[in-house]
């Protein structure tokens, strides 16, 4: 088996003080806005698995998807700034997102000063080596 060399990953970072089930769906709207916005797709390497019976499992990335624990809201806060800095893609969830419809959402966000809002999580793909760094300090989420 040849050893692939792939040089970028994706990273959620979680608010362990947030309840799983909000955490679950703040995840998944992250992944899905984090590839939807992406500005290459095809360098995500999405692809079709096929099992023995010819089964196609489609649509997974070769890259390596890391769930990783926050303490709190600001740790996620200070990390987004970092993504910032470094030009990291990559896609936030807060608490203001979560109640309403989705204008009421937007209103709600618009309405709230960035250093008031929760962090629920943050997702990002890129340069693994580069991620590993700017994520050190978190543990995996287990």
Not at 28 to 38: E, I
Not at 53 to 78: C, M, T, V, Y
Not at 103 to 108: C, P
Not at 120 to 132: R, T
Request: proline content about 3%; hydrophobic content about 40%; glycine content about 8%.
């Amino acid at each position: 088996m040849q050893v692939e060399n792939l040089t970028n990953k994706f990273v959620a970072v979680l608010n362990e003080k947030i309840p799983v089930g909000n955490l679950m769906n703040a995840l998944a709207h992250m992944a899905a806005g984090l590839v939807g916005a992406y500005p290459n797709i095809s360098g995500m390497r999405f692809d079709s698995y096929f099992d023995k019976d010819g089964g196609d499992h489609r649509s997974i990335s070769d890259h390596p998807f890391i769930i990783l624990k926050a303490e709190n809201s600001n740790q996620i806060r200070n990390l987004r700034l970092e993504l910032i800095a470094n030009n990291i893609h990559f896609v936030d969830f807060t608490n203001t997102m979560t109640v309403g419809t989705s204008q009421e959402q937007k209103d709600g966000t618009k309405q709230t000063p960035e250093l008031e809002l929760e962090y629920y999580g943050i997702s990002m793909f890129g340069d693994k080596v580069l991620l590993s760094t700017l994520t050190k300090k978190f543990s995996l989420w287990r």
